[in-house]
């Protein structure tokens, strides 16, 4: 699977890992008070405390670092509905929808920069990989990962997670991006409605 998200050099040791971490960390921050467009490399750099010459290491520009973090953030989605989730000993189905949709909205409310980029849609929409655009990035993952889990093929599922995805983000946008409606109201919402199509396809 090609990425866009590349490295100039891996951090084979633990120190140029901790120093990348601090990077990420230092980005995640800076895009939380001042957005995408405000944070610069040398802004990175200085938060991190590190030379930006360092920060050059491993990376092109400010766009790879965001990348990077975008990453990080799909990874620790995709471990955490991994590490939650027993579907085999579920009451219901459903709970397993509630869950995903809960921990994206932890996600949002808590993890640093993650609500100004996401998974990087509102900076490109095939900022995670070149060839497909983020959300079935996304979808496809999560088909793989309930497939692994529920012992149903993946690519049966990857239809309807698609269509489920883009349905509960969109209603999710009205809470957070648009912030037209209560923001829990919006959360139950998004829940509601994609039990209802997932209960009808699946």
């Given at each position: 699977m090609a990425?866009?998200?590349t490295l100039r050099?891996?951090p084979?040791?633990?120190r140029s890992?901790k120093r ?9 921050a ?11 490399t040398?802004l990175?750099?200085?938060r991190?405390?590190v030379?930006?010459?360092s920060?050059?290491?491993?990376f092109?520009?400010k766009?790879?670092v965001?990348q990077?973090?975008t990453k ?6 995709t471990?955490?509905?991994?590490r939650r ?5 579920l009451a ?5 929808v509630d869950?995903?949709?809960d ?7 808590t993890v640093?920069?993650?609500a100004?980029?996401r998974?990087?849609?509102v ?6 990989e ?16 309930i497939?692994?889990?529920t012992?149903?093929p ?5 239809r ?6 883009e349905?509960g983000?969109s ?17 139950e919402?998004a829940?509601?409605v ?9």
């Open positions: 990425s866009s998200v050099k891996q084979v040791q633990q890992a990348v971490e601090q990077m990420l960390e230092a980005c995640a800076l895009i939380d008070e001042l957005g995408y467009d405000g944070v610069t040398t990175i750099a200085e991190a405390g030379a930006v010459g920060l050059y290491q491993f092109p520009d766009r790879a965001v990077a973090l990080r953030n799909l990874d620790h989605f471990a955490e509905i991994d989730l027993d579907w085999e000993h219901n189905w459903w709970d397993g869950e995903i949709i921990i994206y909205v932890e996600m949002y409310r640093p920069g993650f100004r980029v998974f990087g849609d900076i490109d929409l095939r900022f995670i070149d060839e497909r655009d983020n959300n079935t990035v996304i979808a496809e993952k999560l088909a793989g990962l497939a692994a889990k012992n149903m993946a690519q049966s599922l990857f309807q997670i698609t269509v489920a995805n349905i983000d209603i999710l946008a009205l809470a957070f991006r648009r912030r037209l409606f209560d923001e829990q109201e919006m959360v919402e829940k509601r994609v039990r209802a199509y997932l209960a009808r396809e699946l």
